[in-house]
C-alpha cells in the first residue's frame, strides 16, 4: 500500500525475507556478485539493490540480518551506493527501504545483536501493528475478509455462529493473524457453505469447559456484504446482521415455542423437546436419510447420529453402517 500510494508506485516493488537467508547468501541477494566471485558464482547477477532501483526494496525480518551485514547495509543507507561481491566498483541506487520484524530492536540493541546506528537510519517513520489478542474487536472485519478471499479462489462460503464468534474472540491466538487466514481456509474446505458453529472448531478454539448441545444459529455480524446479499439457503434463511430468520422458535414467526408461560418451565427439557422435535422432522422431510437429515440441521453426520442415540430416535439402516 506504501509502494502503490507514492511515487514511487511505478518502479518496481522487491521483497527479501532477510531471515531465510546465510549471511554469505544474504549479501549476494542484496548486493548481487560478479562471475567467479565465489565458487558457486557461475555469472554476474544483479542483486536486489539494483532491481529495486527507483522503486521499493522490502526487508522482511530486518531483526535477524547478522551483524556484519548490518554495518554494510548502514552504508548503502547513509551513502546510497554498494559493491557486488567479487567487484570493487561502487553502484548507485536510489531505492526507498521498507523494513520489518516481529522483534523488540529496543531490546536487540541492548543484547548487542542490532546496531544502534542501523535501528536509527531506518526508524524514520515506524509503523507499530499490535498483536490480533490486543485488538480482538477487529476479528470480526478480518474474518470477513478472509472468507472472502476463500471464497474468490473457489472454496465455500462461510459465516459463523455468534457463540463460536465468541469463542474466537476468547481464544489468545499465538499464531496471530496468519493463524486466523489458516484457520479460515481450512474450515472453507472441511464445511463449506455452511454456518461455522462452536462444535465445527477444532478443539483449541472451542472454550474450555465447552460441551455439545443446542446452539441458537444467530449469525455473527461479518464486514462483507457479499454474504448477506447470497445466502447460504434462500429458501431456509437465517439471521445475519442481527435480522431475525424465519425459523419455527423465533418469536417474530408468531410461534408458541418462544413464549414463556406464566408459570415458567423447565428450560433443559423445553430444548431437549425442540432438539428432538426438530430432528424428527428433519428426518421425515429427509426420507430416514440420515446425511440429507444432517444437512438440514446443519449438522455433521456422525453428530446427528449421536443425537438420535441421545434422543432414542432409532438408527436408520444406512447409520448403522457407522
Not at 548487542?112 to 485488538?135: A, K
Not at 459463523?160 to 472453507?188: D, M, Q
Amino acid at each position: 500500500a506504501i509502494h502503490q500510494n507514492s511515487t514511487r508506485r511505478d518502479g518496481p516493488m522487491i521483497a527479501v525475507h532477510c531471515a531465510a537467508l546465510s549471511p554469505t547468501l544474504l549479501e549476494s541477494e542484496l548486493f548481487g556478485h560478479v562471475k567467479g566471485a565465489f565458487t558457486d558464482a557461475r555469472q554476474d547477477k544483479a542483486g536486489r539493490f539494483a532491481l529495486a532501483n527507483g522503486g521499493t526494496l522490502f526487508l522482511d525480518e530486518i531483526g535477524d540480518v547478522p551483524l556484519e551485514m548490518q554495518v554494510k547495509l548502514l552504508r548503502v543507507l547513509q551513502e546510497k551506493i554498494f559493491e557486488r561481491i567479487g567487484n570493487h566498483v561502487p553502484l548507485r541506487c536510489n531505492v526507498r527501504i521498507i523494513a520489518a520484524t516481529h522483534r523488540n530492536l529496543d531490546d536487540s540493541i541492548v543484547r548487542g545483536t542490532f546496531r544502534e546506528d542501523l535501528f536509527y537510519r531506518l526508524n524514520v517513520f515506524p509503523i507499530e501493528l499490535p498483536s490480533l489478542r490486543s485488538r480482538i474487536e477487529d476479528l470480526p472485519q478480518l474474518l470477513g475478509d478472509f472468507v472472502a478471499h476463500c471464497h474468490s479462489e473457489g472454496r465455500g462460503r462461510l459465516q459463523f455462529s455468534s457463540a463460536a464468534l465468541k469463542a474466537l474472540e476468547e481464544y489468545a491466538w499465538p499464531g496471530n493473524v496468519r493463524e486466523l487466514a489458516n484457520l479460515v481456509e481450512r474450515l472453507s474446505i472441511l464445511a463449506p457453505d455452511r454456518v461455522i458453529t462452536v462444535e465445527d472448531l477444532p478443539y483449541k478454539y472451542r472454550p474450555a469447559g465447552w460441551q455439545p448441545g443446542v446452539e441458537t444459529l444467530d449469525v455473527a455480524t461479518l464486514a462483507l456484504d457479499e454474504l448477506l446479499a447470497q445466502p447460504l439457503d434462500a429458501a431456509d434463511p437465517v439471521p445475519v446482521r442481527g435480522r431475525t430468520a424465519n425459523l419455527p422458535w423465533t418469536e417474530s414467526s408468531g410461534g408458541t415455542l418462544a413464549q414463556l408461560p406464566p408459570d415458567g418451565l423447565d428450560l433443559k427439557e423445553h430444548m431437549f423437546n425442540i432438539e428432538r422435535a426438530l430432528i424428527r422432522q428433519a428426518l421425515d422431510r429427509a426420507g430416514g436419510t440420515v446425511a440429507q437429515a444432517a444437512r438440514l440441521l446443519n449438522l455433521r453426520r456422525t453428530t446427528l447420529v449421536e443425537k438420535l442415540r441421545k434422543f432414542d430416535l432409532g438408527l436408520p439402516e444406512e447409520a448403522t453402517e457407522l
